[in-house]
């Protein structure tokens, strides 16, 4: 491809509107006198709704509609949807739209007001009268597998599904190898937190029976076919926009949510637009979360620290309800991988019910807890062999000439998880020369002569990205000249307008400007499936692609004949189709009205238009396979995921006194194939160290044992502001293509955090030279930890935490001691 | 999170926003809205009534005299932060205000404001308790002063009357030979802190006549201590030591979801450390010039 565009900075089109406060959300929608939802929600982690008594709502002036389950009917008094069900998902089960005689989550929606404005909604909340039968709570891993109580009283044990996936015999391997260990690992929960939260606007117009309906959303189809099939309405009779989505980072592809349903049923049966807008606090309580897991590890290993055998059980907390399946834990288990191949490996995980916010896929998707799991195994290895963290990953690694490289477990996708491509040892390199990690001995030493306490880590990964099943575009040529390209997935942030804008520039010769991309618009794009797992710029890039190819052939074919040259003389560039080595040309927008025979003169390129004259009089104006206009459409549907791959590395700081932790240095090697647009992919990787700062040394969801969520704002809610990420980000790009899709690009959404929980805990590890097991990890709980470890304790802690205290009862297995190995 | 009906006033004279005070026992006063604002939203409080004071004249102003710092009700702590003669007369002003949260709410709050919504977390309620200053309340029947050390009742707790409304603020000037430290630890970049020290020092050459620090969010009411006994011997890690020994004594660390209390108590060692040695310094340096 001759290309100009493709692989530069261009600036971000989309930067002035959003920088200048221009950017238009759902909450900004406002389609005629609107109504405005609340929901109330449950204040109890777990019980049997005896009675609502709505009584005293409906004395409200301004109220429209209160709503509880008795009032749905038909598909709406179902359940919702288990999107993605597995054969291992047994137990799988998800919530109504409103509580249906049981809570099971703080925040479980119960009743749905209409009201004026959202303040009346909000006192109309607080007279609905709830009598509950409190149920005991099941809060966290651990209560979950003891299973005193039950979740949903038909799920024993707790247990959603059981899922176990082996490569030839892991536990023989261990048995059988010279040195063996065992490591428990924890994680906990997070979130994703987008800037925007949910919303929903919905109109009905009663004349032509369409619905219209604007939502935050990852997947505008997905919440097309949800709404028709709850309301049992016609595809055809609804629209799904998705307007400007202020972030999503997995939450938003969960669907339908309760309020995506019932503001549109709430619009169709008022009459009225209705608008649900989320609060943070809802947001906290009611929209998914992640990320905790526990861990157990066995691993054999031969002297150079080459694996022999990995043997991998984790429980995964899933929260109340299993709306989406189990991705997440299946994506931990097969991406634990990384860019390794050990010789035989075993993964077995329970997902578990708990009576706190379900789990959905949050960026990375199940990949930071396996990279935990994996690094952390690299690391204890090392330090048992005494040998240098990087050589035993390299003994380890993938070689270059190993791809297509099969792992021979299934994917996500349920397709074999075969990587297409990757250099490793490339990487590797690259890393440590970013990073200084041959040279770090002497920093320590000069740093330990100040008094001051530093360490390094280095996390690699690999990530399946671009998941079909497939991405369609559409390319449309006006005859100003302008392309106007739609393609249907959704767009939270990421640029896609410029990067898309990029593609279709250097294929059709046009100006960048004179490109512009709609989104996630089912009016304008019925099929696609949704901006998640890293897979936009993959599966709608490559359709942008193609369709843009199409509409090139068509064009070329056209000015052939209207310039009365070969195709194959001629090239479009600068907007305009020319025989090559001639000043014979036609501007792509004559070329347009020419493709249409309907050519009133309205305009300039219409007379230009004219002069030429196209196609055989002896025919009909449009040809039995032709089509009137200058489109191309087309779908990209790969066989398989690419897998993206990248390390970082990080120099921490803690403090002996305070044991405050600072970041001193992060670098990031980064390879996604071919980059379309350098400065979009390295925000990306700005943004995922961001969110993986916050997750690795700040973020958790504190519940209490009664499943009330302790810290559901802003202020306890730790994210990371800009005052506690890296000022800089050292990032160096590998480019290897991938040979799955024309581009040979890869995806780049998630990576920037996937390593982060591994990369800290090995980097404060190195520092304080203790193991580090529970992530994410406080200057508090590493305090603790560091009155565990002394060699002399010189007082009691008072309390235990969770990281550790010296009082806490253990076994030698439990996550402060949590390796032990063995050699034969 | 949008707040319980309420009526709202925004009284132009000072008389009549305490007579519409005085009115509604269910009224609250309406300065920076910082803290009571999100406690609407959040329908943790829901007044029957705000009495809005940010239309009532000269409230604003920041007076400095060689006494000390005089703060209007509605002066904003970016005001005061951004006053270089308040911060000649009172350096431990702009050192704490420094760390009050952020900008933003900064530019909003009001140092008044926060130093009766007396929350012991807060950085300007123990600057006050330590400097030894002041508030002046006024109600309908009449205005009087609350020392520092009689305005904390409680957690978020003031003794001011449900009438009254805290009008001014006064900070007593440095003296000469006195030095000031402040420094807090927090989670993040303008957090509550975790544990924060504010230290007054007075010397006589090398010798500490005068050791005084403030805690916040280690006691459930700003808290003042004395560490002037520990430090008769001079300043050195083993004296002040001591003090941080003598100042634990005093508070009452406590565990929450960001820190353990013990964790807390060890803040709040280093910090009486550094910030004792700081003001010590400081007091030199001010004897030098």
């Given at each position: 491809m001759t290309t100009k565009l493709f692989g530069t900075k261009v600036n971000r089109v989309e930067d002035q509107r959003f920088l200048r406060g221009r950017g238009r959300y759902v909450d900004d929608?406002?389609?005629?006198?609107t109504l405005h939802a609340a929901v109330l929600r449950s204040p109890h982690a777990h019980a049997r709704i005896r009675a609502i008594d709505v009584?005293?709502?409906?004395?409200?002036?301004?109220?429209h509609a209160v709503w509880t389950y008795d009032d749905l009917t038909g598909?709406?008094?179902?359940?919702?949807?288990?999107l993605i069900p597995h054969?291992?998902?047994?137990?799988g089960r998800t919530q109504y739209a409103l509580a249906k005689d049981?809570?099971?989550?703080?925040?479980?929606?119960?009743a749905f007001v209409v009201a004026e404005d959202r303040y009346v909604a909000e006192d109309a909340l607080s007279a609905i009268v709830v009598d509950y039968e409190f149920l005991p709570p099941v809060v966290g891993i651990a209560a979950a597998r003891a299973?005193?109580?039950?979740?949903?009283?038909?799920v024993p044990g707790n247990v959603g599904a059981r899922m176990e996936q082996e490569n030839g015999d892991a536990r023989a391997a261990i048995a059988a190898a010279p040195h063996t260990l065992t490591l428990d690992l924890d994680i906990e929960r997070s979130a994703c937190m987008p800037m925007e939260g949910r919303g929903t606007v919905a109109r009905w117009d009663p004349d032509s029976a369409r619905l219209q309906v604007w939502t935050s959303t990852q997947t505008s189809t997905g919440v097309r076919a949800a709404v028709a099939a709850k309301l049992g309405?016609?595809?055809?009779q609804v629209d799904v926009i998705t307007p400007?989505?202020?972030?999503g980072f997995g939450v938003?592809?969960?669907?339908?949510?309760p309020e995506e349903l019932l503001v549109p049923l709430a619009a169709r049966t008022l009459g009225r637009p209705v608008k649900f807008t989320e609060d943070r606090r809802e947001h906290f309580i009611s929209s998914a979360h992640e990320r905790a897991q526990v861990q157990h590890i066995e691993v054999g290993y031969d002297d150079?620290?080459?694996?022999l055998g990995l043997d991998v059980e984790f429980w995964h907390d899933?929260?109340?309800?299993?709306?989406?399946?189990l991705i997440v834990p299946i994506i931990t288990s097969t991406q634990l991988l990384g860019p390794y191949k050990p010789a035989n490996y075993r993964v077995v995980f329970e997902s578990l019910y708990t009576n706190t916010v379900m789990v959905t896929p949050y960026r990375g998707a199940g990949r930071p807890q396996g990279c935990y799991a994996m690094e952390r195994t690299m690391d204890a290895i090392a330090k048992d062999l005494g040998k240098d963290r990087t050589e035993v990953r390299a003994v380890n690694f993938i070689q270059?000439?190993?791809?297509?490289?099969?792992?021979?477990l299934v994917f996500q996708d349920g397709?074999?998880?075969?990587?297409d491509s990757g250099d490793y040892p490339a990487s590797l390199e690259k890393i440590k020369k970013l990073v200084g990690w041959d040279e770090f001995e002497q920093f320590r030493a000069e740093m330990a002569a100040e008094g001051r306490r530093v360490g390094i880590g280095l996390a690699c990964y690999v990530e399946g990205t671009g998941v079909g099943p497939y991405e369609g575009a559409h390319v449309h040529i006006e005859t100003s000249g302008k392309v106007k390209v739609a393609t249907g997935l959704t767009t939270q942030g990421q640029g896609h307008a410029t990067a898309f804008a990029q593609i279709v520039a250097d294929e059709l010769?046009?100006?960048?400007?004179d490109v512009e991309v709609v989104t996630g618009d089912t009016r304008r794009m019925p099929y696609a499936v949704g901006t998640f797992a890293s897979r936009a710029a993959v599966m709608s890039g490559s359709a942008i692609h193609l369709a843009a190819k199409r509409a090139k052939e068509k064009a070329l074919r056209i000015a052939a004949d209207a310039l009365e040259a070969?195709?194959?003389?001629l090239e479009l560039a600068e907007g305009k189709v020319t025989v090559r080595g001639t000043d014979t040309s036609i501007d792509l927008g004559t070329v347009a009205v020419l493709?249409?025979?309907?050519?009133?003169?309205?305009d300039e390129a219409s007379k230009a238009a004219t002069q030429f004259s196209v196609g055989?009089?002896?025919?009909?104006?449009?040809?039995?396979?032709d089509e009137p206009g200058l489109e191309g459409k087309d779908f990209y549907s790969p066989e398989r995921s690419t897998f993206a791959s990248g390390m970082h590395a990080v120099i921490v700081e803690t403090d002996p006194l305070t044991a405050e932790i600072r970041i001193l240095k992060y670098a990031v090697v980064h390879d996604?194939?071919?980059?379309?647009?350098p400065m979009i992919v390295e925000g990306q990787i700005h943004g995922g160290v961001a969110q993986g700062v916050g997750g690795a040394l700040y973020e958790r969801m504190a519940y209490d044992e009664s499943g009330q969520?302790?810290?559901?704002s802003f202020m306890d809610f730790l994210m990371p502001y800009a005052s506690e990420v890296p000022e800089s980000i050292d990032i160096d790009h590998l480019e290897t293509p991938s040979p799955l899709n024309p581009l040979g690009i890869k995806g780049?959404?998630?990576?920037?955090?996937?390593?982060s929980a591994a990369v800290f805990a090995a980097a404060i590890e190195d520092a304080e030279?203790?193991?580090?097991?529970?992530?994410?990890?406080s200057p508090s709980e590493l305090f603790a930890l560091r009155k565990r470890h002394?060699?002399?304790?010189e007082e009691v802690a008072q309390r235990p935490s969770r990281n550790s205290s010296v009082e806490e009862p253990r076994d030698e297995a439990s996550r402060n001691h949590p390796t032990r190995s063995t050699d034969r | 999170m949008k707040p319980a009906p309420f009526a709202y006033v925004r009284p132009g004279t000072l008389e009549e926003a305490l007579e519409a005070l005085a009115a509604d026992p269910g009224a609250k006063v309406l300065a920076g809205?910082?803290?009571?604002v999100p406690l609407l939203s959040m329908r943790l409080a829901a007044p029957s009534r705000l009495v809005d004071?940010?239309?009532?004249?000269?409230?604003?102003r920041v007076r400095t005299d060689a006494d000390g710092v005089r703060l209007g009700a509605l002066a904003r702590h970016a005001d005061v932060l951004a006053d270089a003669d308040a911060g000649r007369v009172q350096p431990l002003l702009p050192l704490a205000l420094a760390n009050v949260a952020h900008a933003t709410i900064r530019n909003r709050g009001t140092t008044v404001g926060s130093l009766v919504h007396?929350?012991?977390?807060?950085?300007?309620p123990v600057v006050l308790r330590l400097l030894g200053g002041s508030v002046d309340v006024a109600s309908v029947r009449g205005r009087r002063t609350i020392a520092a050390d009689d305005l904390f009742a409680g957690p978020l707790e003031?003794?001011?009357?449900?009438?009254?409304?805290?009008v001014e603020a006064f900070f007593p000037a440095l003296a000469a030979g006195a030095g000031v430290g402040f420094e807090e630890i927090a989670?993040?970049?303008?957090?509550?802190?975790l544990c924060g020290v504010a230290a007054l020092v007075e010397r006589d050459g090398d010798r500490v006549t005068v050791a005084r620090a403030g805690y916040l969010s280690v006691c459930d009411v700003p808290t003042v201590v004395d560490l002037t006994p520990a430090l008769d011997d001079g300043l050195d890690d083993a004296t002040l030591d001591a003090a941080a020994d003598l100042a634990l004594d005093a508070l009452e660390p406590a565990d929450d979801i960001h820190a353990t209390a013990d964790y807390r108590a060890q803040l709040a060692r280093v910090l009486t450390a550094r910030v004792l040695r700081a003001a010590y310094d400081h007091a030199g340096s001010r004897r030098a010039a």
């Open positions: 929608v406002l389609p005629g006198p009584d005293a709502v409906l004395d409200i002036e301004g109220v598909a709406m008094a179902e359940p919702l949807p288990l054969p291992t998902l047994t137990h049981e809570v099971n989550y703080v925040g479980e929606a119960i299973a005193t109580n039950l979740v949903h009283d038909d309405l016609d595809l055809g400007d989505v202020g972030g938003k592809i969960n669907h339908p949510w150079e620290g080459r694996i899933h929260g109340a309800y299993t709306p989406y399946g270059p000439d190993e791809f297509p490289y099969e792992h021979g397709r074999p998880l075969t990587y010769g046009v100006r960048f400007e070969s195709v194959e003389d493709s249409n025979p309907l050519r009133y003169a309205f055989d009089p002896g025919k009909p104006p449009v040809a039995e396979d996604c194939g071919h980059l379309i647009n969520l302790l810290n559901a780049a959404g998630e990576a920037g955090v996937i390593p030279g203790f193991p580090i097991t529970a992530m994410p990890i002394a060699p002399v304790v | 809205g910082q803290s009571l004071i940010n239309g009532l004249p000269d409230l604003d007396a929350d012991a977390a807060a950085e300007m003031s003794t001011l009357d449900h009438d009254e409304i805290a989670r993040r970049h303008g957090d509550y802190a």
